[in-house]
């Protein structure tokens, strides 16, 4: 699925929506004859318009679903924050030609962690991610994504999980402490957590001796029959 084609093989199709920075768009852009790139908001996708790439706005809860049926489709990080996602993944099981694979990545936050523990840190992220949940969010929606697949008819499915194990310099460091920061405000105001207990974990993460393991990323794919 994700060979570079060659100048021989046919043309394939491919969607990327709710491609937020573009950094997968951009991967897939190398390796497909011709991708549409969608998004609510464009504007970190929009250097991405080429004569093979369209860039277009597009809602993936709501908005029409595109004409065309395409080869692949990919979503990461999406579907586990949609609280239509069963809805959602039936649309983009149907925007699939015969043949077509559906790739789709989301987390289970089973794994997620950090040595040294901390109570306090493990107060914050309960409370980040109740948080969450209140607005949608489904932290362990990727154990079931291969069985959503096949329930919906997908053949030749499979998948694969990957977890990380990050220093305080590690780049997926920066992104939770981003994350939390991004989410401090709503968090203290349900009053499960203090502005002083956020400060504390946000401090824990610049620990030296700190290991934080992620949750798994798991990717399932199946083919449309």
Do not use: C
């Not at 597009?58 to 809805?87: I, K, Y």
């Not at 620990?207 to 029959?225: F, L, N, Q, Y």
Request: glycine content about 8%; hydrophobic content about 45%; overall charge negative.
């Amino acid at each position: 699925m994700t060979r570079r084609l060659s100048r021989n093989a046919r043309v394939w199709r491919a969607w990327k929506p709710n491609a937020g920075g573009g950094s997968v768009a951009a991967w897939l852009a190398e390796r497909y004859g011709k991708l549409l790139v969608t998004d609510v908001n464009t504007r970190f996708v929009e250097a991405l318009a080429s004569g093979a790439v369209r860039v277009e706005q597009h809602d993936v809860v709501a908005g029409p679903m595109p004409e065309e049926r395409f080869d692949l489709v990919h979503t990461r990080l999406l579907l586990e924050h949609l609280p239509q996602r069963a809805e959602v993944l039936d649309r983009l099981v149907g925007a699939l030609r015969p043949g077509g694979w559906l790739l789709l990545e989301d987390y289970d936050w089973t794994t997620y962690g950090a040595d040294p523990s901390s109570e306090v840190t493990d107060r914050v992220t309960d409370a980040a991610i109740a948080f969450m949940v209140d607005a949608g969010f489904d932290p362990y929606l990727g154990r079931r994504l291969l069985r959503e697949l096949r329930a919906r008819g997908l053949v030749e499915s499979g998948g694969e999980g990957r977890t990380l194990v990050m220093s305080s310099e590690h780049p997926g460091t920066a992104f939770y402490r981003l994350s939390l920061m991004s989410l401090r405000d709503a968090v203290v105001a349900r009053g499960t957590v203090t502005e002083a207990e956020v400060d504390e974990a946000l401090t824990e993460m610049d620990r030296d001796d700190r290991i934080i393991v992620s949750p798994t990323m798991i990717a399932a794919w199946g083919r449309s029959a």
